[in-house]
């Protein structure tokens, strides 16, 4: 058959047989692109490319798997589809060009394959500087499965490694390399480390860890020249100094790869230029993950893409989706700290219109930090462990307003809701629990309900778990796991108390003339020498200022960890008991003479705060564990108006205090 007749016997064949949609790049967009579009159609006729010799992994758990955290088998990335299918996998095989006029790819052995849409997911490459001597043995990338292997093998006999560069990349690979007792110095050009995604003040603190696990940080320098002859033996730094060593890293930084669409004639800049659909310049061409740039921002983290294969696996559905930017978000844990950063970083910013609160706890590590704008969450900075952090990416991502016993409560123990609040069934559904995938709470709850109840099922479902695998105890929490009983001691005598107190608040309500009679004889004109005469009016009065200041002193230590002591349950009860015996107090004092001005304001403050008090109390009997959603809500909303109302009141007793002995 002449090469004539073949190539219409071709073309003939590919008109006949449906095309392929075909995605380029098995890294994590790539297959989440691919699986998601597997989800929304399952009979889709899709291929998939990949130039490593390796079944896809995901390389987010790189640094754990050079460290010996993890094993191979944890990082497999593989697509899940199902038993009948019309998906195609090449691994090993990379795409070297792309023919957009009859929509075909060429691979590295002349193969074409014909495409209806064709997706690239080729990610990017390490950004390697142009420094003397940089091509030398005993110098290394960390970017792909390929590079922690010769890691590895040069790890067991080096002694003096250097990583130059102090961001995400490189702390990683400072953390894999120093766990084999190698000595590890890290070279960042910058002021301090890892500026991108932590404040000044954040940075030192690691910095500090860094120190102490025996990792060397040097900052504001650079290396200006590779020693050796050919094999590495040291390196020479911009200031002067000299630094023998027998392995070097380089973590500056990657670069997208663009070649296989420019070579095509598609539009690029930095990056593959795409528009809200994740659309190219050619309309049967898209673009995601670290690859692609949109509205000239380049985004290198997984999140980003992740986000994207989402938007395009929905417009190749038929379905109305678009991709607006996103909020950068970094979770990760270096040297065994996690580090989250998320939007706004600094109130320098815009000082202005921005503030920040900041809760420091030295002794553990721990490190926490809010911008607001008007009142809303527009970024956090995170050092250490923070099980609320799930719940903050979602809050900055709704812009959510944070209420000030919020805020308070933050700076005194880093907490922004209630350690009743912090189950993940009681997220909100447009909460993220898996950060990697975007994963809401919600679509876990659906998938359960759809029959996924163990934590592998969720995953094969939702691929929730399967990037870094965080998340992975808020999944098994979700699944069934046995959550920590609730302190229920003291329900029934907090609600009796409670309703033995409302009568006292209703007589507080009653006319002043109801206590007063002219007959000497009676008891109630006996009772009313209390409120009447000077001694007793003191002792009523005191009476009622130590209990207020002991009520106080107990919501101190509701709010500071470190004078927590007895049973949560018990002390409710007191508190409870406290005010109605407040309340007896204030009916002597008083005799029911409401005054005026500030006094008058005063005990209008206290009888409303008594009031949400019981209110408050009756809500969380109401509120125990194995009720709904709907009390717990209750609850919370009750004792925050009981919290909001007291706020006036120590300044009122203030002045009344001193207008008393004063004037």
């Not at 390399?177 to 070279?187: C, D, N």
């Not at 709704?398 to 069934?425: C, M, N």
């Not at 929490?477 to 001691?489: W, Y």
């Not at 907090?494 to 007959?519: E, K």
Request: proline letters at 4%.
């Amino acid at each position: 058959m002449s090469a004539q007749l073949e190539q219409k016997f071709a073309l003939s064949a590919s008109a006949t047989i449906e095309r392929p949609v075909i995605v380029i790049g098995t890294g994590p967009v790539g297959i989440q692109v691919a699986q998601s579009i597997l989800q929304l159609n399952p009979k889709c006729a899709l291929t998939l490319f990949g130039d490593e010799p390796w079944a896809p992994y995901n390389r987010v758990q790189l640094s754990s798997l050079l460290a010996g955290e993890v094993s191979w088998g944890a990082l497999q990335n593989q697509l899940r589809t199902e038993t009948v299918n019309r998906v195609l996998q090449h691994h090993n095989c990379a795409v070297v060009s792309i023919d957009r006029e009859r929509r075909e790819v060429i691979d590295r052995e002349g193969r074409v394959h014909p495409y209806k849409t064709l997706i690239l997911a080729v990610g990017s490459r390490p950004h390697i500087p142009s420094i003397p001597g940089i091509s030398q043995e005993g110098v290394f990338r960390f970017r792909d499965m390929s590079d922690m292997q010769a890691l590895a093998a040069r790890n067991a006999r080096s002694r003096r490694a250097v990583v130059l560069g102090g961001g995400l990349l490189g702390l990683e690979a400072a953390r894999g390399l120093s766990r084999a007792g190698t000595e590890v110095i890290v070279i960042e050009h910058a002021p301090q480390i890892m500026a991108a995604q932590l404040d000044v003040a954040a940075s030192a603190m690691l910095q500090e860890q860094l120190s102490a696990l025996g990792i060397r940080v040097i900052t504001g320098d650079s290396v200006v020249k590779v020693r050796g002859n050919g094999r590495l033996s040291g390196i020479r730094l911009r200031l002067g100094g000299i630094l023998d060593c027998d392995t070097l890293v380089v973590a500056t930084g990657i670069r997208p790869n663009i070649d296989l669409a420019r070579n095509c004639g598609l539009r690029v800049n930095r990056g593959i230029v795409i528009d809200d659909v994740c659309a190219t310049s050619d309309p049967a061409i898209f673009a995601v993950g670290e690859c692609a740039e949109h509205r000239d921002q380049l985004y290198g983290l997984v999140g980003p893409g992740l986000e994207q294969a989402a938007v395009l696996a929905h417009h190749l559905n038929g379905q109305t989706a678009r991709y607006t930017g996103s909020l950068t978000a970094t979770r990760l844990k270096v040297v065994k700290r996690t580090v989250f950063s998320m939007g706004v970083i600094t109130e320098s910013d815009d000082p202005a219109w921005l503030r920040a609160r900041v809760y420091k706890d030295s002794k553990n590590g721990v490190y926490r930090k809010l911008i607001l704008r008007r009142g809303r969450l527009i970024g956090a900075i995170a050092l250490g462990d923070w099980d609320e952090l799930s719940r903050v990416q979602e809050a900055i991502k709704s812009r959510r307003v944070l209420l000030p016993w919020q805020l308070w409560d933050f700076t005194k123990r880093g907490y922004l809701w209630p350690e009743a609040e912090q189950g993940v069934q009681d997220w909100p559904a447009s909460a993220i629990v898996c950060n990697c995938t975007g994963v809401t709470r919600g679509q876990l709850t659906t998938a359960i309900s759809q029959g996924n109840s163990s934590v592998e099922l969720l995953m094969n479902c939702t691929g929730a778990s399967s990037v870094c695998g965080s998340c992975r105890p808020l999944l098994a929490e979700l699944t069934g796991a046995q959550a920590v009983p609730a302190d229920t001691t003291g329900l029934r005598a907090l609600a009796i108390t409670s309703l033995l107190a409302l009568p006292i608040l209703l007589a507080m309500s009653l006319p002043a003339d109801s206590l007063r009679t002219d007959s000497v004889q009676t008891l109630l004109y006996q009772l009313s020498s209390i409120w009447r005469d000077g001694f007793w009016k003191q002792v009523t009065g005191f009476t009622l200022l130590g209990l207020g200041l002991f009520g106080l002193a107990m919501s101190v230590r509701k709010r500071m960890r470190s004078l927590e002591w007895g049973r949560y349950g018990i002390w409710r009860f007191v508190h409870v008991l406290l005010g109605a015996l407040a309340l007896i107090a204030l009916l002597l004092h008083t005799g029911l003479e409401f005054g005026t001005g500030l006094n008058g304001w005063l005990l209008t403050d206290y009888l409303a705060l008594a009031l949400a008090g019981i209110v408050a109390a009756l809500a969380t009997t109401y509120a125990a564990p194995g009720t709904s959603r709907s009390a717990r809500r209750m609850q919370r909303w009750t004792n925050r108006a009981h919290l909001f109302i007291g706020w006036p009141l120590p300044a009122l007793l203030g002045f009344h205090v001193l207008s008393v002995y004063y004037f």
